[in-house]
């Protein structure tokens, strides 16, 4: 049996995530609630007891009587009460039948969802092929000790590590308006140095709504210098795996390399409150460039990080790539082509502030 959820079913929404075995912060009802690139829906796919939910943004396409499926920044891709190792041959069958009956229905030319790391959604998502290597990011294994962690530090990042505390770094963790104000600030003054384009200055009250959601554990872990903030970040704690949403370091303190230090700090915590896995995150565009490097001086544990990019209407899809005078043999990594000219330099800034 399919059938829809939408944003205003917040209760029906948070109950299928809840009741699948593995989920991110990415699948949840608020996290969607504050995205404004779509309409946020989950799809269900149910037989028996068991289910498969995947979250999806519907846009409409100007111009035209279709539209096409995006997902959230981030990763999060389809779920299920079952490890999708664990599925059953047939449901995952009929999954992609009705899923593909769905968008035939209701004209979504095109689907582009963000694949999470950790779980192995390409057995479901293989079925109907277009999964995209995107590249590799960075975790660290919390289930050994610290000491084995540090051992995997590059030379350097260890340097910068124990300098901090040499420094009188500490970290602190709060809910406090004030705090989330100063990290806001610090926030928003990274976003100006690197030329982020006006969609990612969040407003004050994300900050906080996301801070003190009921839905997920989210913190806001903020580095202290002589009772001054210089560095700070908003993770989120669930089934195992921390996710480092956020984070910022003021420009004056950049070159000590505070975040470093924030980084083995929050590692610390994570085993304290039972988690396995700390990820980091990939490069700039997910290249593996000099930020993807400097994530790479933590940990040896490497992600394939995946994005599913399938065209449900072929022709109406080429068309509408002719329309934007775009060349479909092109170069652009982007899905779907024909929206990549207003969308071209909205890459993953949320993984640059170091």
């Not at 995952?92 to 899923?99: A, L, R």
């Not at 030379?155 to 505390?165: D, E, I, Y």
């Not at 795996?241 to 230090?261: E, G, Y």
Request: some cysteine.
């Amino acid at each position: 049996m399919m059938k829809l959820i939408s944003i205003l079913n917040k209760e029906q929404w948070i109950a299928y995530v809840k009741g699948s075995v593995e989920h991110d912060f990415y699948h949840t009802w608020h996290y969607h609630s504050m995205d404004e690139g779509g309409d946020p829906f989950l799809f269900i796919y149910e037989e028996g007891k068991d289910y498969i939910a995947f979250p999806l943004l519907k846009r409409e396409i100007s111009g035209s009587q279709f539209s096409d499926l995006g997902s959230v920044y981030g990763y999060p891709g389809p779920i299920s009460n079952r490890k999708f190792e664990d599925l059953d041959e047939a449901l995952m069958d009929n999954f992609k039948e009705s899923f593909l009956d769905f968008l035939e229905r209701e004209r979504n030319i095109s689907v582009f969802s963000r694949l999470n790391p950790f779980f192995n959604q390409n057995l479901l998502i293989e079925r109907f092929g277009g999964i995209h290597k995107n590249g590799r990011t960075v975790a660290i294994d919390l289930t050994t000790t610290i000491e084995e962690q540090r051992k995997k530090y590059r030379r350097t990042t260890l340097h910068n590590v124990k300098k901090a505390r040499d420094y009188g770094y500490i970290l602190k963790e709060s809910k406090n308006l004030e705090d989330i104000d100063l990290f806001f600030d610090i926030y928003t003054e990274n976003m100006t140095r690197i030329g982020a384009k006006e969609q990612y200055f969040f407003s004050k009250k994300y900050f906080v709504d996301l801070i003190h959601n009921d839905e997920f554990d989210c913190r806001l872990l903020l580095v202290y210098f002589n009772n001054k903030v210089i560095s700070g970040s908003i993770i989120t704690c669930t089934c195992g795996i921390i996710q480092s949403h956020l984070v910022a370091t003021s420009s004056k303190f950049l070159s000590t390399s505070p975040a470093k230090f924030l980084i083995d700090e929050i590692s610390i915590l994570g085993r304290k409150l039972g988690m396995k896995y700390y990820h980091l995150g990939g490069g700039y565009c997910f290249k593996e460039d000099t930020l993807f490097k400097w994530k790479r001086g933590f940990s040896d544990l490497l992600l394939e990080y995946e994005s599913w990019r399938y065209v449900t209407n072929h022709s109406v899809y080429h068309s509408l790539v002719n329309e934007q005078g775009i060349d479909k043999d092109s170069n652009i990594d982007f899905f779907p082509l024909y929206r990549a000219l207003a969308n071209i330099l909205t890459c993953g800034y949320f993984q640059m502030m170091i």
